[in-house]
Structure formats: C-alpha cells, structure tokens
C-alpha cells in the first residue's frame, strides 16, 4: 500500500458532450476527498489543478485531415501532455496519484504518465469502453476514445503524447460493459482486451468478476493503473453524470468492487495510480454523486467498515 495519495485536479470537460465536469474536481474536493483518504491511514496531499483553458476561448476544430472527427484535440493535447508530467512526477515521489475529472479524455495523460518507464495493466470500470477513433465515433467527442488512443489505435493513438507504450492490451480489463457502439464490439472481439459485461456482473457476480479483471491486469505488469467513471454506477446511484446508462453497478457492488482493489494492493502492492472522472455537479442532486466517488476512491485505498 502507498503511504500518500496525491490528488491533481483536471477542471476539463473539452472531450464530453455536457458541460459541466470541469466542476468535478472541486466537488469531489468539497464532498471531503482529503479527509476520506486520510481516514483510510494514508497520507492526502493536493497537487492542486492542471491548467485548462476555458472552452468558450477556444474552436472547436472538429475535423483536421490528420486526426478526423475529435473536437477540442489541441486543447486535449496540452492537458494531457501536462497531466502525464504530473501523474509520473507524482510516482517517481513515491506518490500514488489520483487523477480527479474533468471527462474520460484525459485518462491518456493518466495512463502516459503511469506507463513511463513502467508496464501496466489497466481495469476499466466504466459503462462504455472508450475505444471508438476519430475514424469511428458518431459524435465526435474524445472521451470516448482515451482507451483507443493509450492503446496505440487510430489516429489520436499514433501521436506520442496520446500512446501508453508501457500498456498492451493483454493487460486491459473493460467492467461493467453495458453501453458499446458496434465498431468497439468489433475491436472488443478482434482485440486480446478482456470484456465484462454488467450480465456477467449478474450472472457471476461482482467480487469473481473483478478477481478476474485484476488478474488480467496483474499478469506481468508492474502495477495496474484503475479508471473509475462514475457512469459505471447506476444513474440512481450516481445521477450527476453526463452520459447515464441505466442497469449499472449498485452503491454495494462498487464499494465491494474497490475493496477488492484495495485488497490486492495490501496484499502486492500493485495500484499504481488511479482516476475518477465524468463527475457533473450541474446535474448532480446535493453533490451526492461527487461524495459517491470520495467512498469509492477512499475504498480503492483501503477504508474498511472495521
């Protein structure tokens, strides 16, 4: 286990198709992240916020020949670019990161940084599986292709800033599946990524299926990098979302989800950093889902009942 925990803050929301999540790190910070994880026994220090220019200064800039359909690329580009800086800053100080979104788009430069000069495996608790391309997506918005491009596919994931060289897809593990576009189904099964779906979560349940997830991600590497979009959840669970999916995880299934995370890294020291993204607070009701995602990450780091 880590003795400190080093919160950065990406106020972002340029990859999403909602305003609003650039909000999220100052709710998850409001909700009592810091004295959550202290209350785990673990060390909180704030990195405070990766710059983000604001939208409405910027153009969109949809279509470029060399990168097809992605709005808002070039301001991605420089958050992630500062975010690896900072997520591998973080780990080389003995820190263990927690990445606060801001959308899903800025888990390349979570993954960029965690991989540098390191294998790692991934677990991907999220409804979608983030791995349509420019070439592929139906709207345009990037986070919807972080996975893709940290993979090294399509057009984003053939730019260095975007690519986590460290990661392969042996060691991915997508939980929690509910919501996919037909060309990820078809990379999904091409690809040597492992697939939960949330009918395996009820078919098997959630402890089995994250067992299962870790292990993937374990094999080899030398630690595991964890994606926790709050849209994982169920929208009842966790309504301040920007892209809700009903027939998500439970509050209990979640929690159990990241003690067997924290389980694991007591036992082989193997969470290497981590991020909770998608948290909208203008669609939130009383901030429930950015204290949602304070439990879970305090759980990720070992908060028990006893």
């Known amino acids: 286990m880590t ?8 106020p972002a929301d340029y990859g ?21 994880i202290e ?32 709005k808002f690329l070039r301001e991605i580009e420089g958050v992630c670019r500062r975010l690896r800086d900072e997520t591998a800053g ?7 990161p927690l990445v606060l979104g801001g959308d899903h788009s800025i888990a390349m430069g979570s993954l960029g940084g965690a991989t540098r000069d390191a294998s790692l495996g991934a677990v991907w608790f999220d409804a979608h599986a983030d791995l349509n391309t420019p070439a592929t997506t139906p709207s345009g918005n ?5 996975l893709a491009a940290a993979l090294g596919r399509g057009e984003i994931g ?21 919501s996919l576009d037909d060309p ?49 959840l169920d929208p009842n669970e966790a309504p301040g979302v920007g892209t809700p999916v009903r ?7 979640a929690h159990a989800a990241m003690e067997a995370v924290a389980l694991r890294d007591e036992r082989n020291g193997v969470l290497r950093s981590m991020e909770a993204v998608e948290v909208n607070p203008i669609l939130d009701e009383q901030n429930e889902t950015a204290r949602l995602a304070v439990e879970l990450a305090a759980s990720a780091f070992g908060r028990r009942v006893l």
């Open 16 to 36: 999403a198709n909602r305003r609003g999540v650039d909000m999220g790190p100052s709710a998850i910070r409001y909700a009592g992240l810091a004295e959550a």
């Open 39 to 70: 209350s785990a026994g673990v060390d909180c220090v704030d990195g405070g916020d990766v710059p983000a220019p604001r939208p409405e200064e910027r153009d969109p800039d949809r279509e470029t020949p060399a990168t097809g359909d992605a």
């Open 247 to 253: 027939g998500g995880v439970t509050y209990r299934e």
């Open 158 to 178: 053939a730019t260095e800033w975007a690519n986590a060289p460290g990661l392969a897809e042996e060691n991915v593990a997508l939980v929690g599946l509910r």
């Open 90 to 96: 973080a780990i080389a100080d003995g820190e263990t």
């Open 3 to 10: 003795d400190t925990v080093r919160v950065v803050g990406v």
């Open 184 to 232: 990820e189904k078809e990379v999904i099964r091409e690809s040597d990524v492992a697939a939960f779906t949330m009918s395996d979560i009820d078919e098997r349940g959630i402890t089995p299926v994250v067992e299962d997830a870790l292990d993937v991600a374990t094999d080899g590497t030398d630690g595991i990098h964890v994606s926790l979009d709050l849209d994982w």
């Open 142 to 146: 990037v986070h919807g292709m972080p």
